[in-house]
């Protein structure tokens, strides 16, 4: 199942809305403050989730009064953040794919947690992509095809996110790489471009952030 959720950081309003009209999701689901971007939307969610401190009263109030409205509450004092929770919640109704927005903006700390919390897909075999209007941002840790028809934007930047990634390969790109291990404390894999009708991105070992970018 194709799974949004929307989460509490920077969501611009219009972005959102052909994101949810558009992006074909099977299940809509707030994560705490993320309910607020989908009530000035007037849009209902299937499922919200959290320990509800950051949400207006009155826009809980009024989910919770939805019938069809599923409220998975969490306490305030926990060991994960909403979105987390959320992620972990719709693996365990059998969400294949999960595409997050609201997951970067103004808190950097937030933002580094949700990329990290990109991980749980390659432990749960579960394809998951934080979206905003400038990028999308995913983890491999196996070879993937790039269709330049269908990138976010013109760069492609890649970052490890293990100590090392082993056995990197890059073929469609501008700048090719071949067998290559890639540490941490550098940048060459940043604005990278593709420049066939497809690129592929290989590694033998490690995990890999790929980040598509638009200014």
């Given at each position: 199942?194709?799974?949004?959720?929307?989460?509490?950081?920077e969501?611009?309003?219009?972005?959102?809305?052909?994101?949810?009209?558009?992006?074909?999701?099977?299940?809509?689901?707030?994560?705490?403050?993320?309910?607020?971007?989908?009530?000035?939307?007037?849009?209902?969610?299937?499922?919200?989730?959290?320990?509800?401190?950051?949400?207006?009263?009155?826009?809980?109030?009024?989910?919770?009064?939805?019938?069809?409205?599923?409220?998975?509450?969490?306490?305030?004092e926990?060991?994960?953040?909403?979105?987390?929770?959320?992620?972990?919640?719709?693996?365990?109704?059998?969400?294949?794919?999960?595409?997050?927005?609201?997951?970067?903006?103004?808190?950097?700390?937030?933002?580094?947690?949700?990329?990290?919390?990109?991980?749980?897909?390659?432990?749960?075999?579960?394809?998951?992509?934080?979206?905003?209007?400038?990028?999308?941002?995913?983890?491999?840790?196996?070879?993937?095809?790039?269709?330049?028809?269908?990138?976010?934007?013109?760069?492609i930047?890649?970052?490890?996110?293990?100590?090392?990634?082993?056995?990197?390969?890059?073929?469609?790109?501008k700048?090719?790489?071949?067998?290559?291990?890639?540490?941490?404390?550098?940048?060459?894999?940043?604005?990278?471009?593709?420049?066939?009708?497809?690129?592929?991105?290989?590694?033998?070992?490690?995990?890999?952030?790929?980040?598509?970018?638009?200014?």
């Amino acid at each position: 199942m194709k799974y949004l959720i929307v989460s509490g950081g920077e969501i611009p309003d219009e972005f959102a809305k052909q994101v949810v009209l558009k992006g074909g999701y099977e299940v809509v689901m707030a994560a705490d403050h993320g309910m607020e971007f989908l009530y000035r939307a007037k849009i209902l969610p299937d499922i919200i989730v959290g320990d509800f401190d950051s949400v207006d009263e009155e826009i809980l109030d009024y989910y919770r009064g939805q019938q069809q409205i599923d409220v998975c509450a969490r306490p305030t004092e926990k060991d994960d953040t909403d979105t987390e929770c959320a992620i972990r919640e719709a693996i365990a109704r059998g969400a294949k794919e999960i595409t997050i927005i609201g997951g970067t903006g103004t808190r950097i700390d937030h933002m580094l947690g949700n990329i990290a919390l990109l991980g749980i897909g390659l432990e749960e075999d579960v394809k998951i992509a934080l979206l905003d209007l400038h990028n999308r941002i995913r983890m491999i840790d196996r070879p993937i095809t790039l269709r330049k028809s269908e990138q976010y934007g013109k760069y492609i930047s890649l970052i490890p996110f293990s100590d090392q990634v082993t056995g990197v390969t890059l073929t469609g790109m501008k700048y090719p790489l071949e067998n290559y291990t890639m540490s941490g404390f550098g940048s060459l894999g940043v604005s990278n471009e593709i420049v066939e009708p497809e690129a592929q991105i290989s590694l033998t070992g490690g995990r890999l952030l790929i980040m598509e970018t638009r200014d």
